[in-house]
């Protein structure tokens, strides 16, 4: 077990800086604080050696940069083969009117970013728990929660949204 002596301060000292830097990198907010929070995860369980350091917060950052780098590699190979997947098949047919996708809440979810609506899926329609979550998609649990917090304000934000133009409309 690591010794969390000095890490909850590291953590509060460093994060945002840590977020801000990697949002410079990627330019997507909310994939940069999954990264730092990463980042920080993988730290807390080395502290015993990372605390001795005299820049423990060089290896975060370098941690960091290097999952964000390996998250565009990933995200650009996944556009490529979805692109000739969805060149190759038909399009699917479009679902009954009844279904979730014609009411706000289905067209909201739809504009969250996929890792969000994947945590609220898994969360709320197949009621998992944060832990079984991150096990299921090999998250850590703190990420799981970062997530599901995010993608709830979006959604929130989201439906707020649309309910103000209907209002407006009608």
């Given amino acids: 077990m690591w010794e969390r002596a000095g890490f909850e301060e590291f953590y509060q000292a460093n994060y945002g800086r ?10 997507d907010r909310v994939e940069a604080e999954d990264v730092v929070q990463d980042a920080f995860a993988r730290a807390l369980t080395r502290w015993n050696r990372l605390g001795g350091y005299d820049l423990p917060e060089a290896w975060v950052r370098r941690v960091s940069l290097r999952l964000a780098i390996d998250s565009g590699r990933r995200l650009r190979r996944v556009v490529r083969v979805t692109a000739r997947l969805a060149a190759q098949r038909p399009a699917p047919p479009p679902p009954p009117e009844d279904s979730l996708g014609f009411t706000d809440l289905g067209r909201a979810l739809r504009e969250l970013p996929l890792r969000h609506r994947e945590v609220l899926v898994l969360y709320y329609l197949a009621d998992l728990s944060v832990g079984q979550i991150a096990a299921e998609r090999g998250l850590p649990p ?18 707020a949204e649309r309910s103000e133009a209907v209002r407006d409309a009608g």
Avoid: D, F, H, N
Wanted: glycine share 8%.
């Fill in 142 to 159: 703190g990420t799981v929660k970062t997530r599901l917090a995010a993608a709830r304000r979006r959604l929130e934000r989201e439906l």
């Fill in 18 to 27: 840590m977020v801000a830097l990697v949002t410079a990198v990627t330019g």
